[in-house]
């Protein structure tokens, strides 16, 4: 992608807010949804992630095909994704909204690990340390102690960050390789639904009408989230946006304490502030060298 027009930078940068904002909509549907499993909550979430993806690619007239060679991937993807997904959810029933959406976050900087073997990508000195960086911020916000009664949920929705950064990564192997996003939008979503419907089967908890709406909306709220931050990329590079998508722990902090009544403690700020600051060390990074 050559020079980006601010006009088409400051789209993006709305874009990405927006699909912040999608993502904490998302996170507090399924708090909302009650004692429901986490398992039955994602399946609802991608069940209207694979319909609305199914649209796109008839509304476009794009074949749901993958290449061949390509298929190793496209499973990884799918499977890393869904791992992340479901931890993902485990942890935002269990945990402080801003707390689980930070610990998800982590995935940018897991994405540049594993980036390292998927794409072959040689990580700076800058990126590593804030990689680094990222993580020691995340002990703050797990605090790895056997007191922390969180202790468990926290570390599941720190695997749920790393599963994510490494279905990134394959996505932007599946990108390079000529796959199109709607086509791995939609694969991902079928495949998490597939793995997901056994468990319904045998273990359905009935829902009411409330909760059967706060799934559906969870559902629509992520659509957004997806459609919206791939808009973001379309018109700006990643290294010149993400940052912004931080913005998601700010809109966590503010539903959490209204909707729920949480209120973050002081460990867990530093830990956002150390994992927003490597982030936006990376982000001033990256520009310069592009510069």
């Not at 874009?15 to 994602?42: E, H």
């Not at 192997?173 to 694969?187: C, D, S």
């Not at 808009?231 to 959490?256: R, W």
């Amino acid at each position: 992608m050559g020079k980006v027009k601010m006009k088409d930078k400051n789209k993006a940068i709305l874009f990405i807010i927006c699909a912040a904002f999608c993502f904490t909509v998302m996170n507090a549907c399924i708090r909302l949804a009650g004692d429901l499993p986490f398992v039955q909550k994602s399946f609802f979430r991608n069940f209207v992630a694979a319909i609305l993806a199914f649209g796109v690619l008839k509304k476009n007239h794009i074949k749901i095909t993958c290449k061949p060679e390509n298929r190793k991937y496209m499973f990884a993807r799918a499977f890393f994704g869904t791992a992340g997904m479901l931890c993902n959810f485990y942890a935002v029933d269990r945990l402080v909204l801003a707390d689980a959406s930070m610990l998800n976050k982590m995935s940018p900087f897991f994405a540049v690990v594993f980036s390292m073997f998927i794409l072959k990508d040689k990580p700076t000195v800058v990126q590593l340390g804030a990689v680094i960086s990222a993580f020691i911020g995340s002990l703050f916000i797990i605090k790895p102690t056997f007191s922390n009664a969180d202790l468990f949920a926290s570390v599941i929705g720190f695997l749920g960050g790393m599963g994510a950064g490494a279905a990134y990564a394959f996505v932007g192997k599946l990108g390079r390789g000529g796959e199109k996003g709607p086509v791995i939008v939609f694969f991902f979503s079928v495949f998490s639904c597939a793995v997901t419907i056994p468990y319904i089967i045998f273990n359905f908890a009935p829902m009411t009408l409330y909760q059967t709406g706060m799934l559906l909306l969870t559902g629509l709220a992520a659509a957004g989230g997806q459609f919206s931050i791939t808009a973001a990329y379309t018109h700006a590079p990643a290294k010149e946006v993400s940052v912004f998508d931080y913005s998601q722990i700010i809109f966590s902090a503010i539903l959490g304490f209204f909707l729920f009544g949480q209120v973050p403690d002081v460990w867990s700020f530093v830990g956002y502030g150390i994992i927003i600051a490597a982030a936006v060390a990376m982000f001033v990074y990256n520009n310069r060298k592009t510069a």
